[in-house]
């Protein structure tokens, strides 16, 4: 078991097509090849420090998931088995134990530049813009709804895709103008669909999802699921057994991190503080905790 996080990535003869805040992205000619590091970032920023196995959730985890949602959306992913992806590529069998469990084979495709947000419950910046204006992204809601009500029915609220800084939340218009109806259509209809799915599995299995962002991109002018779906990183994770409206709820996701750093009255901007080890471990193990509730399996 791995016990000291994996930073930084040293693939010297593989070239490196991006690195974010999580993920570095090698370009294998015809594929791609995703790797998931242990960085964490919150509020945009990436911390010091990192969560030991974390990567290995989040890849594990996409990687179940777009088997289990194969019949909602076609998704990019081509294997995330290490022999698989070394029996592919052999260039990469020398970095075989880095890459073990943390990586993916992916097609290439063309990022549809927007992150697209569906909410089953209301929560984070959600709450505060119904607080606000009765209505996120511009969709109205019910009056008297408390802090991690569900919703009566799970609402689509767009966001922009930004490289580096803050998504910024947009209207359902602003989206269908900027990628067109027939295109927007789809993002709707799949987002909430796989949302929806996803949702009642994870339930089955004693996990609340309240929320979470998908990305989608373009191949051979088909829209196709990439990037991660479903992961602590990318959704708001709620044990179901301690569920109680009118509340934030314990998490098995980087909402820990977040209420961490909230306290110690951060302002958000870089530099970020240092993780003290006990979040770093209780974050790790939570990670751990929802990979092992969904899939039924240990890392």
Known sequence: METKPLLSLDLPDIPLLKKGKVRNVYDLEKELLFVASDRISAFDVVMPNGIPQKGCVLNMLSAFWFDFLKNV??????????????????????????????????VKAEPILAECVVRGYISGSAWKDYRATGAVCGTKLPKGLRQSDKLPEPIFTPSTKAESGHDMNISETELKNNVGKDVFNFLKRKTIDAYEKARTFAESKGIIIADTKLEFGIVQEKIILMDEVFTPDSSRFWPKNDYSPGYPQKSFDKQFVRDYLENIGWDKMPPAPELPEDIVQKTSEKYLQAYEILTGKKL
């Open 73 to 106: 959306a076609e998704n990019h992913m081509v294997t995330a088995d290490i022999d698989e992806i070394v029996s592919a590529h052999p260039a990469l069998a020398k970095y075989r134990e880095i890459l073990s469990g943390r990586s993916m084979l992916v």
